[in-house]
Every structure is written in structure tokens, then in C-alpha cells.
């Protein structure tokens, strides 16, 4: 018997819940929240929102919170978005294979998916530093 697998086709767009107990593909998109075991986003898919799997392996578009316990990026990463792992591999382009692209994003890389992620350190403060750089806080030392 087959191994079951849940698709999104290219073509097709789904927005709100899904939890699957098998594998999700994604060719369409995906807007909201995805639970499951494996999660492959081909170069056609998309997956925006919050992501929690074992398994991630990416060629398509990824934004919002992604926690997976091993991560396989070759596609985009857009601004905004959080990458919690254990580990991460980025496969780099070459010839004609797809490359992976990040925006402004947090990527914690051997960190259990399943804790709670640490507290975000607050923006430094703006000030007149050398060549317009912002000056650092005094640390009080």
C-alpha cells in the first residue's frame, strides 16, 4: 500500500488550519497554520503563516514562524520571518539548481523546535556614532 500524503496542487489555495497526520506537499499555497509529520514546498508552492513539522524540505516560498526539526531550504525566505531548527542545510545554487534567497528574517539553528524561544534583545538606540552608525548603550560598567 502507498504511503498516504496530503497535496496542495499548483493551481489550488488553501487558507486557515491544516493538520495533517501524514506528509503535506505544497505546489499551490498555503495561508494559516500547518501541522504535520513532513512538509515538502516545491518551487511552485508557498507556505505563509505558522509552520510546525518534523521534516521540512523547501524549493518555494516560506514566511511567517517555521519550526521543524530538520530544515532543507533552496527556495525564498521572506522579510519577517522566524526559522527555529535543530538543524538547517541551504542548498547553494549551481548551473540550473534553485538557490535560497532570505529577507529580513531570525534564524536559530540548534534550538529545539519545542522550547519557547528566548526573549528578542530590544533595538539598539539611535545616536551620532562614527559614519552614521547608531551608538551602542552604555552597558553600566
Known sequence: MAEKLTIVEEGSELTGTLKS??????SGKVSGELHAPA???AATGAVHGTVKVDKLLSQGELSGRIEADTIELSGRINDQ????AR???VKSSS??????????CVIEVGVDPNE???PAAPP?????GKKGQPTPEPTGE
Not at 21 to 26: A, S
Not at 124 to 128: D, F, L, Q, R, S
Open 116 to 118: 519557547p524561544a528566548p
Open 81 to 84: 520571518t522566524t526559522i527555529t
Open 95 to 104: 548551473g540550473d539548481q534553485p538557490t535560497a534567497i532570505f529577507g529580513n
Open 21 to 26: 497526520t501524514c506528509g503535506v506537499t505544497v
Open 39 to 41: 512538509l515538502v514546498v
Open 124 to 128: 539598539a538606540k539611535e545616536g551620532k
Open 87 to 89: 538543524s538547517l542545510e
